[in-house]
């Protein structure tokens, strides 16, 4: 069964102040990692897919890498508005096209 | 920017009562999904739909749900018979391939 743990759960930056978040993933076979933003009562709104170690992609103040077996959303720099709960989800081998989610990270950027 | 929609944001049911969620996916796409969140909980896998018939379920996707493409644009997710454990936020997404997905909105069910 595919497994997904982010961690921290909650972290509180102070703005411009830089960090990481944590996807940790067990999968039969890796076809996808996917980063997603959800604001409180939204969808997730995409971000970056990743397919193999070693990939990188970055978007604005966020990046994200990918190793065999954890991802990490990379923050630089943090505004208020980068505040919202950052969602990890893979794709396995072993289905057909579901996503598997984490628990998420709630980020709080304060001025 | 093309993006999946969602209706109703909100719907309130008695238990017992039957519901049909909408949703009208991204025009190009060919991969359709519902997903449902438990207030404060993960996100979670019910359904994929390719080619009018379904192609992936999960356990909690049972007797009570079921899925249709009724027209060229429309997806909905109809349960039969609502618990109270069906309240949650329900999200439809799209893909074009087995690959990314985009996600509506969402509908916040309540079941009263």
């Known amino acids: 069964e595919d497994q997904v743990t982010q961690s921290p759960e909650a972290l509180r930056l102070q703005e411009g102040e830089s960090s990481s978040l944590n996807c940790s993933y067990t999968?039969?076979?890796?076809?996808?990692l996917f980063w997603y933003r959800q604001d409180p009562g939204k969808g997730p709104e995409f971000l970056f897919t990743?397919?193999?170690a070693g990939e990188e992609k970055e978007k604005e103040r966020l990046k994200a890498t990918l190793t065999k077996k954890e991802s990490f959303l990379h923050i630089t720099a943090p505004k208020p508005e980068d505040s919202a709960t950052y969602l990890c989800?893979?794709?396995?081998?072993?289905?057909?096209?579901?996503?598997?989610f984490g628990t998420g990270t709630r980020l709080q950027v304060t001025l | 920017e093309p993006e999946v929609t969602q209706t109703p944001s909100h719907q309130v049911t008695q238990m017992g009562q039957e519901v049909i969620l909408r949703c009208v996916p991204i025009?190009?796409?060919?991969?359709f999904y519902w997903y449902r969140q438990i207030l404060g909980q993960k996100v979670e896998f019910l359904v994929s739909?390719?080619?009018?018939?379904?192609?992936?379920k999960s356990e909690i996707f049972d007797d009570q749900f079921s899925v249709e493409r009724p027209d060229g644009s429309n997806f909905t997710l109809k349960i039969r018979s609502t618990k109270l454990e069906d309240s949650a936020m329900y999200f439809c997404?799209?893909?074009?391939?087995?690959?990314?997905?985009?996600f509506g909105p969402g509908t916040r069910l309540t079941v009263l």
């Open positions: 989800a893979v794709r396995s081998t072993g289905t057909a096209s579901k996503l598997t």
């Open positions: 990743l397919y193999s």
């Open positions: 739909f390719y080619n009018n018939e379904i192609s992936e």
């Open positions: 997404a799209s893909s074009v391939l087995r690959d990314t997905q985009y």
């Open positions: 999968v039969s076979g890796l076809r996808g």
């Open positions: 025009s190009n796409h060919l991969y």
